[in-house]
């Protein structure tokens, strides 16, 4: 540009001066105002980019606190199965040290027979893409670093970066929950089995009924293949097979019996401790291991049944699974509660067996009582009869004293003759009055065989028969029919008719002292029953001795023949006496035969 | 002269007492008839030998225990019993206690009669010691206590002057006292007197 070139010139130089100027400037500004906006673009990019990068490590530092902090264990492994992370609770609940999991596979968390499962299982969900098992929350067996296995809830995720596969795993310690679930479920399989085993023991039952439904409680809800108990027979010390329930139902055969001390269900007993084993075909105590292995058994596991110190017996069952620590704690508690039980039981039937004992020593004392009644009425009859019996011989020997002296005046023999009738009339009702209630006494009359009242009367008469030496006969017809008659009444004239025997003996020397006793039915259908002795046998005509006060004893009272002839015929039967040759006499009598026994 | 003994009979059967009687009668006993215990004690028992012939069997009361009843009210009347039906311990208890005899009914007449009789002469020997023994009581207390005190010194065996020494008097005076004491005992010697004293003394204890 020249400054000095015409008005023109100048004026125009002037204005194209002045355009140039403000053309730059517009364009200063518009590039002042672009670089502004990019600044500003910059700026903005640049605070986007840092609130990014803060946003991006603010999250990594809070997945890392989630990481740290989380009570369960995270754990992160590549597709070699190998520990890439693993936060710090995974040390802890495995309790290995910060960081000695990581490069580490992660089938070292894990028991030995689930590792196999794992690396398999793994394989081939790499190669299909099938998972062997729920990613979502599944229950599995981990291992520590010590060995000890625990319960763990397991979750996974998967993530592919750059071409590889991580997975992430988030493993709970679900022990102490399945602790409770377990004592929980021990609890209530153990009331279930209390009670069915308190069920039982309140039946109206045998010991043996009560005994199988606490084996099949334990068939039904421990699971056991077969259970059985056995009872302790203390005189024998022999191991009783009493209930037996589920594969095995007998009581008989090779386990019937079991010798205290032998086997393992004598050892128990013996020994007083349970046996349990889990590991039949290892196991010495196991006698047969081929029929285990057959029958597919797995475990084993019996209770002594314990009174304090004492073994009542033995419960025991099979198992075609192991038995589980759960069932153990059952059977031990359950084990008590039978033999509790057991005793309890055994103390009824002995308190009701001294009861029946009770009762039949009673009506054997009834019976006794009733027999030597004859004893006590004997008494009564003599001082009854005395009284009249003495009157009249005090009359008697007051009129013959008068008339030794001459001195008997009609008028006074007369008196004493009257009270003599009187007296002898008085006597003798007296009699018919206790024959009255000898025969009236209420007579049970039942069917009988007459041969056991025999034998009652022997067995009632072994110590008088033993005393004097009596050697007894018997002849009893088999299979007679029965009669109809009072027992003890009958067993009362046997009684008789065999002391009568004996006494009729008792002096003598020269020959055996012998009684025969028989029974048969005679040609008119009636029973009879004769008693014969050796003994000195009677002169006098047979029917004497059935009156009243006839004796031939030294100390007799002369009553037995004649109550035993008036039972009998209360009996619609007959009572005879024959005098046998050289010696001895025979006393029968015949009954006639049940009513509803006749052909 | 002492009067005719008596036989109580207890029984509760009339016939029994009515021919014990009649029985009893003909050998010229006299005989009283009871039919319970409480009958007979009511009644004052006479002053003459008797016995009483029991029932052992009685409605209210065993006749043995009745025996020791009498035992207590000191009746020491000779008892023979009668029984219907008698045992050897029942027998062998009433003998202890003193019964002259155990008979069983019926018992022949002979026996009952000879019991009887033992028992009345049981019964007159008791009443004779006593009647004695009553006499020498009442012959005693007529004596004065100085004759009292010299018989009692003579009956221990001393002399005259002795007894004069020990009670402090004169031999003369024990003599007199001594000579009165023997009159009103009716001691025909001193032995006689001894015997008599031996007696009060015996019932003393």
Known sequence: MRPHSGVRQETQQVSEQSERASELERSVARRTAELAKANEDLQKEVASRRRVEEDLRSSEERHRVVLEAASDAIVTMDDHGVIVFANPATTRLFGYEPGEVVGKPLTILMPQPMRELHVNGYRRYLATGNRHINWHGTELTAMSRDGREFQVEVSFGELSTDGHRLFTGFIRDISQRKQAEQIQATAQLLAAVRGDVSLAFGMEGSLEAILHECAESMVRRLDAAFARIWILNRETSMLELRASAGLYTHLNGAHARIPMGTLKIGTIAKEQRPVLSNDLLNDPRISDKAWAKNEGMAGFAGYPLLIGARSLGVMAMFSRKPVTTQTIEVLASVADLIAQGIERKRAEEELRATERRLKEMETELARVVRVTSMGELAASIAHEVNQPLTAIVNNGSACLRLLANRKLDPETLRLALDEIVADGTRASSILSRIRAFITKQTAEKTTLNVNEVIQEVLALTGREIQAHRVLIHQQLKPGLPPVLGDRVQLQQVLLNLIINGIEAMATLTDRPRSIFVSSQINPINRIQVAVRDSGTGFSSQPEQLFSPFYTTKEHGMGMGLSISRSLIESHGGQLQAVPLSPHGAEFSFTLPVAPEAEP | MTPPPIVFVLDDDASVRKSLTFLMTTIGLRVEAFSAPDEFLRKPLPDSPGCLVLDVRLPELNGLDFQRELALRKIHIPIVFITGYGDIPMSVRAMKDGAVEFLTKPFRDQDLLDAIHAAIERDRARREREQEL???????????????????????????????????????????????????????????LVRMVQKLNDTMK
């Open chain 2, 134 to 192: 009553k006499g020498i009581q009442n012959r005693f207390e007529t004596l004065s206590s100085r004759e009292r005190e010299v018989a009692c010194l003579v009956v221990q065996g001393l002399l005259n002057k002795q007894i004069a020494d020990q009670l402090g008097t004169a031999e003369n005076t024990v003599k007199v006292h001594r000579s009165r004491a023997m009159t009103k005992m009716h001691a025909n010697s001193v032995a006689d």
